[in-house]
């Protein structure tokens, strides 16, 4: 459903809250880049045309403002150094299973299954 308050223009009060974003919000900015009202509903019931300006209100925009977050609008800059960096400072993965086939064998030889 669209929400009445488009008519506003997007002004405060008109958001769009989804329930879950999913992955890197993949969702919602696949919502917000292919929605569109129809000519056909905007002349019935006089939603207006869904700009860009009127998509980043009502896709999150408000709540920023609302919540007193300032969006981050710069893409990130991170180069290959920067991650491998990071990645050498994240905890080792930690396996709760056997490392090798030998070890699996062992395994299942101590329950007595076979394989």
Do not use: W
């Amino acid at each position: 459903m669209v929400p009445p308050r488009l008519g506003s223009g997007g002004q405060p009060g008109t958001m769009l809250i989804p329930g879950a974003k999913g992955k890197n919000g993949f969702p919602v900015r696949a919502v917000r880049r292919t929605f569109q009202i129809s000519a056909q509903f905007q002349d019935t019931y006089g939603y207006p045309e869904l700009t860009d300006a009127l998509k980043r209100k009502v896709f999150g925009q408000n709540a920023a403002a609302l919540y007193g977050v300032d969006p981050v609008t710069a893409k990130c800059t991170a180069n290959d150094s920067a991650l491998e960096e990071y990645r050498a400072a994240l905890a080792p993965k930690q396996s709760y299973g056997p490392g090798s086939y030998a070890e699996a064998a062992k395994v299942i030889a101590a329950h007595g299954m076979r394989y």
